[in-house]
Structures are given as structure tokens and as C-alpha cells.
């Protein structure tokens, strides 16, 4: 690593410190790394044609947790025809260079032995260290960002999850300071992110795992890092394993859950299963 000048080492040194005396695991491992000239891993990172999930039949962690029962019903019954929402410009590009980052970020920390290798004859980074999971029960699968490597991080006493999300700095701005698992930043997290946080307990509820490690990054200069422990809650990830049920036991019955919405509502009227569904048809139930 070449030389670097005295004010800039300082500056980066107190950054990795305080990351440190936050109890940080991964924020600082990443600066210290990206310090001076990083040797970066040398990867070929694909920029595949964007397509649009089709629906499958089972519930992926990513999307559907914080959909109604209802509104999962109508996805498993009509999955071989289910459209889902349409994403603008701004949705495209964002999942665009998301894909990119989570390569990139996957395969420095693959480097840095920070993430297990899950699968050894993977081509690529992000093939060796995602970690698939699923159940057959209620329909539900989906593949972890990766899993942290506690054996080479002698600060955690067990794996856990690792999921990487990257964001506009404004939206990051309003995170309270503190250490990963802070109830402030958690809350945070709950309240400005839910989707993502019911992610997380959707991921320990499949992997049995304790916790979830984000690490978030902003995607413009100086491109600040927030790292964030979620800790399984069973009252929380039963929340969506319950609505999951609902709508698998009223698929095997041909009997939908309750509606969650009323003819003629806005709600309706803006719901991506209105065609499926004879409340969102204005049709008596």
C-alpha cells in the first residue's frame, strides 16, 4: 500500500476507530481495505438484460412480506398469469447499479474472507458465497446476501447473516449514531426501511440464524457506509410466516383470506392484485 499523506491517513485512520468504538465488525474492515490503493479483487461484472421477476409460486423474502394475505392469495392462484408492478426509470437504474454494487461488495468481501463460501465450485463471488434457503411448507425461499464468517472476526461469537443494501445519502442521513444493534437505529430501520427489515426476519426465520448484519452504503461521494445488527425477533418474523399460511391454506381451499381493503377505496383502486381480485373489480365479495 503506497504512502499516504499525513492529514488524509489521519482522517482515515479516526474514521476506522470510531467505527471500531462502535462495536462495527464490517464498516472498518471495508475503510482500512479501501485506504491508500486497495488491491481490488479482479472480477467481470455482468450487466445482464433487466427482466422482470415472474411470478413462480413461492414468496421470496425480498418482495412479498409485507403483502396481505389476500394479496398473496390472488399471486399463488394465478402465478402462471400474475403481472406484477411496473418499475419507472428511476426503479430500473436504482436496481441497476444495485446489482453491481452487491457484486462488487460480495466479491471484496469473499477477498477479505469476511463471508463463507457456501458453494466452492461457483464461478463468480457472488455465486460462491449466497446462501439459498427455503421452506416448503409455506411456500417461502430466496438466497442471503451471504454469511458472516465469525471465524476470521474473533469479536462475534456465531455466524451471521449478511445482507448488503445501497442507498442515496439523503435517505441515509436521518440513521442515528450509535453501534449496529442501537435501539434508535433499529427503529430507524423499522420505520423508514420495513420492507427491508422484514427481509432480514423473513432470512433468520428460513436460516435460523440470530442475526442479520446490513451493511448499507451510499451510493454518492463520500459514499458513507452504516452498518446495522437486526436480531431475530419470532414475534416479528411470525407476522409475515402467518400471513403466508393464510394464504397457502386458502389456496388449497379455493378460499381467499379476508379482504383488506374496501370497493371503491384508494386503496383498491391502487392495488397491484385489483384485476384478480373482486374487491379491487368493484364486484361484490
Not at 400474475?82 to 466479491?107: C, K, M, N, P
Not at 450509535?178 to 432470512?203: M, T, V
Not at 446495522?228 to 410466516?241: D, G, H, N, Q, W
Amino acid at each position: 500500500m503506497t504512502k499516504l499523506p499525513e492529514s488524509l491517513a489521519s482522517r482515515q485512520f479516526r474514521s476506522v476507530l470510531v467505527g471500531v468504538s462502535n462495536k462495527e465488525v464490517l464498516v472498518p474492515r471495508l475503510r482500512a481495505f479501501f485506504s491508500g490503493v486497495p488491491a481490488f479483487p479482479v472480477v467481470s461484472i455482468p450487466i445482464r438484460r433487466f427482466e422482470r421477476r415472474e411470478a413462480d409460486g413461492w414468496f421470496h423474502p425480498s418482495e412479498h412480506p409485507m403483502w396481505t394475505a389476500r394479496q398473496l392469495y390472488y399471486y399463488l392462484v394465478n402465478s402462471t398469469n400474475f403481472h406484477s408492478r411496473e418499475l419507472d426509470v428511476v426503479g430500473v437504474l436504482a436496481v441497476t447499479q444495485g446489482v453491481f454494487w452487491h457484486y462488487f461488495i460480495q466479491a471484496v468481501m469473499e477477498d477479505l474472507g469476511l463471508l463463507r463460501v457456501i458453494d466452492s465450485k461457483g464461478e463468480n463471488s457472488w455465486d460462491r458465497v449466497e446462501c439459498p434457503v427455503e421452506d416448503k411448507r409455506l411456500r417461502s425461499r430466496g438466497s442471503m446476501d451471504g454469511i458472516i464468517n465469525s471465524d476470521n472476526i474473533p469479536v462475534l461469537e456465531h455466524d451471521e447473516s449478511f445482507e448488503f443494501k445501497s442507498m442515496s445519502v439523503n435517505k441515509m442521513s436521518g440513521c442515528p449514531q450509535g453501534p449496529p444493534d442501537a435501539p434508535a437505529r433499529l427503529a430507524w430501520w423499522k420505520e423508514k426501511n420495513p420492507g427491508y427489515y422484514f427481509q432480514s426476519q423473513e432470512y433468520l426465520r428460513l436460516s435460523g440464524l440470530a442475526a442479520t448484519r446490513v451493511l448499507i452504503m451510499g451510493i454518492q461521494a463520500p459514499f458513507p457506509m452504516i452498518e446495522l445488527r437486526v436480531p431475530y425477533s419470532y414475534t416479528e418474523a411470525s407476522k409475515t410466516a402467518d400471513k403466508y399460511a393464510l394464504a397457502v391454506q386458502g389456496a388449497a381451499d379455493g378460499v381467499p383470506p379476508d379482504p383488506c381493503c374496501n370497493i371503491g377505496s384508494a386503496q383498491a383502486r391502487d392495488c397491484f392484485v385489483r384485476y384478480y381480485c373482486p374487491v379491487g373489480r368493484g364486484e361484490i365479495v
